[in-house]
Nanobody, 125 residues
Framework: VQLQASGGGLVLPGGSLRLSCAAS????????MGWFRQAPGKEREFVAG????????YYANSVKGRSTISRDNAEKTVYLRMNSLKPEDTAVYYC???????????????????WGQGTLVTVSS
């Protein structure tokens, strides 16, 4: 499975952005997907996760209420919509595929075996 993230860019504070992650390969709909981010000088952190069916989602407190993760299994794509963006949202955003099928949406990066190349989101005026 290969993952290709896109949709990053420069956004004004308060603005919105939708990130996309296109996957190739089989069994896409059977595994959970996640978005992580890494700001300069900081460790990679979990942002949001979604189950294989798309029925279950989980968000980090830092983005809860202003972000929506979704997926289109027919298109093998996962999305992350972020609203009310803040300068502290500036980071490289990575999509990742969980290593194993699970009912649990993991928030730690070792639980994800495949990673996209990252897309940079800069929130600045």
């Amino acid at each position: 499975v290969q993952l290709q993230a896109s949709g990053g860019g420069l956004v004004l504070p308060g603005g919105s952005l939708r990130l996309s992650c296109a996957a190739s390969g089989r069994f896409f709909s059977s595994t959970n997907m996640g978005w992580f981010r890494q700001a300069p000088g900081k460790e990679r952190e979990f942002v949001a996760g979604i189950s294989g069916t798309g029925l279950k989602t989980y968000y980090a407190n830092s983005v809860k209420g202003r972000s929506t993760i979704s997926r289109d299994n027919a298109e093998k794509t996962v999305y992350l919509r972020m609203n009310s963006l803040k300068p502290e949202d500036t980071a490289v955003y990575y999509c990742a595929r969980a290593t194993y099928s699970s009912n649990v949406i993991y928030t730690s990066s070792p639980q994800y075996g495949q990673w996209g190349q990252g897309t940079l989101v800069t929130v600045s005026s």
